[in-house]
């Protein structure tokens, strides 16, 4: 007995180092400082210093603009020990990402996987600890990250989307891939604590083709935050819920029955 319960002490104590060593913060919001957009985002850290970014356009929910593509997802308020690592040093140029996640159907080609850079500016003069986009140097439309809401107005020819299930599955290509969102992952030195971190999201492709900055906290250089967590759930994201709700409740129930049957036997 005594060794069981050592055995069960480990495995406590093994589950709360996990626990400790993996963290994850979500911000859902909407905002901007040209146009409105809405996201999703989760960013998890492991214990191998791989941070994760999941991503969920919202774009054409609450009276945003559906076209609106996100091409650069950035982080700021992080402290200045902590860096994106190529090998085992703190990178000096771009490093690709692992990304996966559903594609617009019409798509002529593969989406390509974000770059991450250190310390880096997607636009507005804002500067960012760590930030994922499309291209190595810039952010362009190509490869972004679209909603499914307003299909129509996302650009053709050779771009290519990731594009989440937003509005249905319309138009989108393994549209349960991750249930939904796209992520990317990249390693850096050390974990650090989320809580004081902010994000930024940055959409290309809005109405008149304009593009806009989403931050929720005051920006290194003093822009107060203009993307808040104000975001109401849209018909769509009722049902997708209440599906779930449905499945659970249908496990408790077949659940329910077997213990009755094993009662009664």
Known sequence: MRKLGTLAGLLVALGLASAVSA??????????????????VT??????NTVTMTVMNLSGTNGTYGGTVFTGIGLYNVPSSVCLVSGAVCATT???STMSGPTRTSNKGSPSAWYVQNDKQIGGGIQLDLVGQTGK???TVNSGIASNCLLGALPGGKNTFWTNPTCGTTGVSNPGMNGGFVTFSFRVNQAWNLTNSQLLVKGQNGPNGQSTECY???SPNGQPA??????VPEPT?????????????????????????????
């Open 137 to 139: 140097n810039t952010s």
């Open 216 to 218: 929720t906290g005051a």
């Open 43 to 48: 960013v998890s850290i492991s214990g191998t």
């Open 226 to 231: 203009n993307c808040f967590s104000n975001v």
């Open 237 to 265: 994201s009722i049902a997708l819920l209440a599906s779930g709700l449905v499945g659970l409740s249908g496990a408790g129930l077949v659940r329910r029955r077997r213990g009755r049957d094993i009662r009664n036997g």
């Open 94 to 96: 771009p490093v690709q």
């Open 23 to 40: 963290q994850s913060r979500t911000w859902t919001v909407c905002g901007g400082n040209t146009f409105a957009t809405c996201a999703s």
